[in-house]
């Protein structure tokens, strides 16, 4: 049976906007609980104990435990905001891929190596999780599929609207970049307008 690590109880959740240091890890900046209980975060070669104490204890309020064998470091965009009911399979998967196992032990959460390895094959450095705001997740991955590098990797997401990237930097970078050019208003910067006709009806005009 794997060991466990010492449990974490969780800590007092804060408000968004105020400060938490615990153990020299500033959570201010790479986590924002917003007041509709959103949330964004943004993580780069954190550890997992670090990951899982800012992740499960601070934004969950979860009682955690990591097994002191595990390793690794992650890097987990999610720029915008998500419900936080689904900061918990974002999570999940992150860790997954740099083999991480994240379970349930009744009200613990346990975070373990994985006696499988990473979800991905491969090695993962860094995971954007884009939440597509005007385009259909369907025609986004279509569209995507042709520009996915060998060290890049695109799934669907916890939630309807949600793509994640994963693999190395430089190839999450340049998908991330794609989506955020294509997730466009079609009617952003145009002028349009409603004109009633009088002799003529709509599809002639059309």
């Known amino acids: 049976q794997a060991r466990r690590g ?24 790479p986590i924002s609980i917003n007041s509709d209980g959103t949330v964004t975060m943004s993580f780069e070669r954190i ?12 934004i969950l309020g979860l009682d ?15 720029s915008r905001p998500v419900p936080r009911d689904a900061v918990y399979p974002i999570a999940e998967r992150a860790l997954a ?14 975070v373990e190596p994985d006696p499988r390895g990473p979800t991905s094959g491969g090695l993962i450095t860094a995971l954007v999780v884009r939440r597509l705001e005007h385009a259909d997740r369907a025609q986004m991955e279509q569209a995507l599929q042709p520009f996915v590098a060998p060290d890049a ?6 939630l309807p609207d949600t793509l994640i990237l994963s693999g190395s930097e430089d190839g ?11 997730d466009i208003d079609p009617l ?19």
């Open 97 to 110: 891929a740099i083999g991480v196992l994240v379970r349930r032990d009744g009200d613990l959460v346990v």
């Open 6 to 29: 010492t449990v974490v109880r969780s800590p007092t959740i804060r408000q968004p906007g105020e400060e938490v240091t615990s153990t020299g890890l500033r959570l201010r900046d």
């Open 172 to 182: 999450v970078g340049a998908l991330a970049n794609l989506v955020d050019a294509l």
């Open 153 to 158: 990797r695109l799934s669907v997401g916890p």
């Open 188 to 206: 952003a910067n145009r002028a349009f307008g409603l004109f009633p006709l009088a002799t003529a009806s709509a599809v002639q005009v059309a």
């Open 64 to 78: 955690y435990t990591v097994n002191p064998s595990t390793a690794g470091a992650i890097s987990l965009q999610v």
């Open 47 to 58: 550890g997992v104990a670090d990951f899982a104490r800012a992740v499960f204890g601070e």
